[in-house]
């Protein structure tokens, strides 16, 4: 399919409905559920670029089910995503950051065999200051093709265990970036690959085909104001890489943090890097800030099917079965040598073999020359 001509329709029927393999079997209605979560990814760029025009801009004045405050736009955009989706008979339930419970299909709708979760705008502390939001989804099924004798209810389809099962079920995942470009980047299993919205005529255009990222890299991200709450095997890779060509890693390293998973990941995807949002004490009782189903698990299936890895430090995210629908999960993703080395470091840490890492005060160019052999 080539890049610049092929719509989101057309490769979606290729993919999908024409060319039925293993892991497409019994797919039929994934590529129409694609389509519509793509009409509200539309409404939602559209709404987005009149910006303060708009009137969506400010709090809500409400809370969500995480005591965060809500904005307008947090509100407004979930309903675009249920109202699209919830009317075309292919889902059985939808989850959302910005819903505390299941929602299960109205029953003056037909229920189908997806189940949808979702953050309907990532990055929302952007909003007010025009900075790059997105939306990020995750396509699970109610239950395994295989096991056509499954005979759950309706109710059972699309109660909240439905909901809990690990991210390798997933069968499709993908991110909108609404960026100086709205790009739709999803993945149905069989690599990932970006979509550009052709705004006058409203069609997502295949743009980047087969997306891979770089198995090395000189950029990462985290939020360097909570430093002092990592666990050590982060803050000794993250002192290394600001050592830079004067520490052990022998080269420099530049960060981000844009405020944003969404752009972080589109960022990786596109030049490589290493995105980390890692547990810390500052909020001990949490796994991490971000969730595990609408967030985690579907940008972790994007970057492995980009060729890149996704850990919590000390296990594959997409292997971690969820205890709860808005359960959190420390997050280190992006290029494969660069997180196989945090994860080498946190196996290290957790073994006690974790060597006493360098701090500039002891590079190879200062006046502290350590004596390890003491
Ligand atoms: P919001 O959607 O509440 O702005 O949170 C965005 C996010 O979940 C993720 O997209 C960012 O990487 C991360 O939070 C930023 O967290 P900090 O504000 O702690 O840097």
Sequence with gaps: ?????????????????????????????????????????????????????????????????????????????????????????????????????????????????????????????NIDINGVVGSIFSVLRTRDPADSAATESADESANEAAFLRPGCEQVAAGYAVYGPSTMLVLSVGNGTHGFTLERDIGNFVLTHSNIRIPDDTAEFAINASNERFWEPPVRRYVQECKDGRSGCRARDFNMRWIASMVAEVHRILMRGGVFMYPRDSKTPAMEGRLRLLYEANPMSFLIEQAGGLAITGRERILDVRPHALHGRVPVILGSKNEVERIARYHGEYDRGEDKPFTSPLFGTRSLFLPDFTA
């Design 1 to 125: 399919m080539q890049d610049g001509r092929t719509t989101l329709s057309k490769f979606l029927i290729d993919t999908l409905d024409r060319q039925p393999c293993a892991s497409t079997q019994g797919m039929a209605g994934l590529s129409a559920l694609l389509i519509d979560v793509a009409a509200a990814i539309k409404s939602i760029s559209a709404m987005l670029t009149k910006g303060a025009l708009g009137g969506h801009y400010g709090s809500a004045q409400t809370v969500n089910t995480h005591g965060e405050e809500q904005k307008k736009l947090d509100v407004a955009t979930n309903e675009i995503f249920v109202q699209q989706c919830e009317w075309d008979g292919l889902l059985a339930a939808m989850v959302s950051e910005e819903m505390e419970d299941v929602y299960a299909i109205p029953s003056g709708y037909p229920r189908g065999e997806y189940l949808l979760a979702f953050d309907p705008l990532d990055g929302s502390s």
